[in-house]
Structures are given as structure tokens and as C-alpha cells.
């Protein structure tokens, strides 16, 4: 697979518990996000995204929570599985546009 | 459906090459975007084309040009390749805009020697 990735954080969890990966972001105007998941040697997929008018998504085992007043945003897993395992990151954008401000992601393991 | 397809899946050149980066997607979007990847960081937007016929530049154009030849195809052109090049190149596309699902392909890993 692509080298992408070799110096990222890493969070290992026990496969069943539940995963919460965290992003950090830096514009404060930034009104939509969205989390992806990257498997070794594929191209990012969309996992669940989130508008700024709201505080908590949920999608189908995964939850997105927004907090404004720190900047902050988080992708919880429920159930973790071995396929979980993956790349994700978050990214933001102002004003619904193009340019999106992608983070370097955290590296999921998911343990037997 | 195919979805979104790029070749080569792998290339390597040597510094003042140039080379072009395919992209088609068969699901009739309208935006198309190139981006590239570096170890440790986030993907960075090269170009992107709203519609057939236009472009506009991202965050980092500066060595690339591109050409949205027809709806389903959008190519990421290398002049003349410099080390500095050498990246993972993603190329997305999505129904009309950048808030709409993005969809990837599988990547082109580049190496400038």
C-alpha cells in the first residue's frame, strides 16, 4: 500500500469496545465537516459528515460530535471491528466551498 | 459502475520529466477534483473543475496543469517533474459540489528522482 501515513498517531482498541478518534481544527469559520476512512492502498471513502448548526450526528455504528467553542471535533465507532481498521481523518470547509483543510489522520488498530 | 478510475497506479520519473495523470468516473458527476498526499499530512487540493469546461486552481497548483477533456474525464499534467512532486495523487469527483460526496479513486503513487 501507499507510504502514506507512516508518522501518524496511533489508537489501538480492543475489537467489540468502542472507538472515539479526535480532530483538531483550526478555522473557526469552518461550517462543514467531514470524517473519511482510508484503507491501505485505496482512496479516502466518506464516512459521515456534520453542518455547523449542529452539535451530533449519528450514521449507522458511528457518531460525529461537534464542538464549536473548542474547535473540535470527534468520530466515535461503536463495536469496533476488524475492518475498522484504517486511516481516518477530518476535514473542514468555509462557506460550503471547495478548498477543504484536511487533517493528517489517525491510524485505527483494531486487536483480536 | 467503475466509479472512479486512474491510471497509472504507480509511476516513477526522473527529475524535468513530464507525464500526465488519468482520471475518469462513470457516475456522471459534474465536479471533479486532484488532489495530492504526503506522508504525515492531509490531502491538499491541486485542482478542481466545477463543470465541463472549466478549472480552477486549489491550494497547491503551482507545477501542474490539468484539462477536464469531457464530463468523465479530468487529467493532471506534470511539465516538468521535480522531487518535490513526489506524492500520492488522488482524484475525486461528486455530483455537483464540494459538499456533496466526494468520490476517490484509487491513487497514483508518483516517485521524482
Known amino acids: 500500500g501507499e507510504s502514506v501515513g507512516l508518522h501518524l498517531p496511533t489508537l489501538s482498541v480492543q475489537e467489540g469496545d468502542n472507538s472515539i478518534i479526535n480532530c483538531a481544527y483550526s478555522n473557526s469559520a469552518s461550517d462543514y465537516f467531514i470524517w473519511y476512512k482510508q484503507e491501505s492502498g485505496k482512496g479516502p471513502q466518506f464516512i459521515i459528515d456534520i453542518r455547523s448548526n449542529m452539535d451530533k450526528r449519528q450514521g449507522q455504528r458511528v457518531t460525529v460530535l461537534l464542538n464549536k467553542t473548542v474547535k473540535h471535533l470527534s468520530l466515535q465507532i461503536a463495536a469496533t471491528q476488524p475492518g475498522d481498521s484504517a486511516v481516518y481523518f477530518c476535514?473542514?470547509?468555509?462557506?460550503?466551498?471547495?478548498?477543504?483543510?484536511f487533517g493528517p489522520g489517525t491510524r485505527l488498530s483494531v486487536l483480536p | 459502475n467503475a466509479g472512479v478510475t486512474q491510471t497509472p497506479k504507480f509511476q516513477v520519473l526522473k527529475t524535468g520529466q513530464s507525464m500526465t495523470l488519468q482520471c475518469a468516473q462513470d457516475m456522471n458527476h459534474n465536479s471533479m477534483y486532484w488532489y495530492r498526499q504526503d506522508p504525515g499530512m492531509g490531502l491538499r487540493l491541486i485542482y478542481y473543475?466545477?463543470?465541463?469546461?472549466?478549472?480552477d486552481k486549489g491550494e497547491v497548483p503551482n507545477g501542474y496543469n490539468v484539462s477536464r477533456l469531457n464530463k468523465r474525464e479530468f487529467s493532471l499534467r506534470l511539465e516538468s517533474a521535480a522531487p518535490s512532486q513526489t506524492s500520492v495523487y488522488f482524484c475525486a469527483s461528486s455530483v455537483r459540489t464540494a459538499t456533496d460526496t466526494q468520490y476517490f479513486g484509487p491513487g497514483t503513487r508518483l516517485t521524482v528522482l
Open positions: 476535514a473542514e470547509t468555509e462557506n460550503y466551498g471547495q478548498n477543504f483543510v
Open positions: 473543475s466545477a463543470s465541463e469546461g472549466t478549472t
